[in-house]
Nanobody, 126 residues
Framework: QVQLVESGGGLVQAGGSLRLSCAAS????????MGWFRQAPGKEREFVAA???????FYADSVKGRFTVSRDNYKNTVYLQMTSLKPEDTAVYSC????????????????????WGQGTQVTVSS
């Protein structure tokens, strides 16, 4: 059974940093795209960042230059380093994994991913 478990969320002041982790189990994802999405209260889930199977990275405009997505295939884990956090970054952050090996397409779409974690809360105070 595939599981994605996020960790690293918490409460941080504006301008601060957090590093989220997403550990996968049940299968390896070294040949698959991994993504991060977030959902703020009363809003739709939105794309944050993604990393392809080849290591290419993609970001939403709102986080470009502040967030960095990376992966460690040996640990079957993907990370989201978040810096210069703003109150509007407050949300539940979830990681997602694509089931299709060597997928190349639109990584910002929720439908690209078949596996989802439960999410971790990130709260940025002003």
């Amino acid at each position: 059974q595939v599981q994605l478990v996020e960790s690293g969320g918490g409460l941080v002041q504006a301008g601060g940093s957090l590093r989220l982790s997403c550990a996968a189990s049940g299968r390896t994802f070294s040949s698959n795209a991994m993504g991060w999405f977030r959902q703020a209260p009363g809003k739709e889930r939105e794309f944050v960042a993604a990393i392809s199977w080849s290591g290419s990275t993609f970001y939403a405009d709102s986080v470009k230059g502040r967030f960095t997505v990376s992966r460690d295939n040996y640990k079957n884990t993907v990370y989201l380093q978040m810096t210069s956090l703003k109150p509007e970054d407050t949300a539940v952050y979830s990681c997602a994994a694509d089931r299709t090996n060597w997928y190349s397409g639109d990584y910002s779409l929720r439908g690209t991913y078949e596996y989802w974690g439960q999410g971790t809360q990130v709260t940025v105070s002003s």
